[in-house]
Structure formats: C-alpha cells, structure tokens
C-alpha cells in the first residue's frame, strides 16, 4: 500500500478498491473507466474476506479507502491522461431530459439516475449510494443471511455514449419504445455487474419487441 499511495494521481485523494470474486469479470467492470482513463490505480481484492476489511478499515497513511462501486467517482480533479485529456462537455439538456425519463420510469428499483463521469466506453452501470454498503459486501452479507434489505442502487448513464445520444434525439416521441429501453438500459447495468436481471419474462418481452422494432425499420 506503501507504493500505492506513492504513485497516486494528482488530484487523487483515495485508495480505490474494488472486490468480487472473478479477477476477470473486475478487469472487465465498467466501473473502471474512468479511472483507466486517468491512469488511476485501482487494488482488485478477489479473496472474500477483503470486502469486510476494506469495510472497516478507516485509512492507510491519511488515505481513506474507497469503492469504485460506492457513491460518486470523485474523478473530477483527475486529470485525463494522454490523448483522453480534454475539457469535459457539458451535458445536453435533451440528454438531461432522457436521465429525468430513465429515473421517473425505473421508479422505487434504483434510488437515482445520473450522468456518470466513471464511464468513458460502456453506456451504464450501477453503483451504490454514498451512505450505503459496497456493491461486493452487501451480496456477501445477504448470502450469508446477515442483511434484511439490500440498498436500492444508482443508475449511472455515459452521457457521450452514441446509443445514449440517439434515445436522447428522440425527444418524447415512441414513449413505450423509450420504456422498454429505460428497462433495458437498466438490465444492462445489472448484467454487467454480475446480477440477472431484475425480471427475467419482462426482460425478453422487452428484448422480443427491441428485436421487431429494428427489424422493420429499413
């Protein structure tokens, strides 16, 4: 950890974190975008019993420890590095819009929908809330019986992803079609992290009337 915190990141004010059970499906994790892009080390612990001692463990050296799957990325004061260094855009009000749609028709399954800045290639994740447990230690304490109510995850959308830009264009016209994308988008995030989704029979209606729908556009 000692060398961690001695290549930190200008602007890094944390030791990030993720854990799971697979090294492969954590390297893959869309959660780690944003801080692949500014050359951010994060500390993938596969072993079980990291996501309790990461849970307890106050700080390393006036560190404190922070999951990538947790509240916001704080990636803000991290430059970009190379190539990827740019001014970041400002979110289009129809994109802004969209989010406000997402949210509203997901309703009590997420606890928010918001413009991500974590994300840089996949359109969606999930994370957790600022106040709730991390994403790894929640499964483990549910597994193990230990949690009555899991916490209701945040949704979060790459604004700058072109399929996110087209829904957006769409204003409110096909409002079923943008349902049944909301859902998706959703199930999408849920997939990425290891979960199913959330209805299984709900999810390949959804996906049967996605498929017809591109098939008759010509």
């Known amino acids: ?21 697979e090294r492969a499906r954590l390297e893959s994790s869309p959660q780690l975008e944003g801080f692949k892009a500014r050359g951010v080390e994060v ?21 404190p420890f922070k999951s990538v799957t947790q509240g916001g990325a704080e990636l803000a004061d991290i430059p970009l590095s190379g190539a990827e260094a740019k001014d970041k855009p400002q979110i289009p009000a129809e994109v802004e819009g969209f ?4 949210k509203e028709t997901l309703g009590d ?10 994300l840089t290639e996949s ?9 709730a447990l991390d994403r790894q230690f929640e499964r483990l304490l549910s597994a193990a019986g230990r949690l009555d109510t899991a916490s209701k995850p945040i949704l979060e959308v790459n604004p700058s992803h072109p399929r996110i830009a087209a829904l957006a264009k769409l204003g409110e016209a096909e409002p079923e079609f943008r349902s049944d994308v909301a859902h998706m988008l959703y199930d999408e995030a849920r997939v990425l992290d290891g979960e199913r989704p959330l209805d299984a029979k709900a999810f390949s209606q959804r996906l049967a009337r996605l498929i017809e729908r591109g098939l008759s556009v010509k």
Do not use: H
């Open 123 to 131: 359109a969606v994740c999930l994370v957790a809330p600022d106040d």
């Open 1 to 21: 950890l000692a060398d961690y915190v001695a290549a930190m990141k200008e602007g890094q004010k944390a030791i990030y974190f993720m854990t799971g059970d």
């Open 43 to 63: 500390l993938l612990l596969t072993d079980p019993i990291d996501a309790f001692w990461t849970a307890n463990a106050p700080e390393f050296e006036g560190k």
């Open 99 to 102: 989010l406000a749609f997402v």
């Open 109 to 118: 399954d997420v606890s928010d929908v918001r413009a991500s800045d974590r």
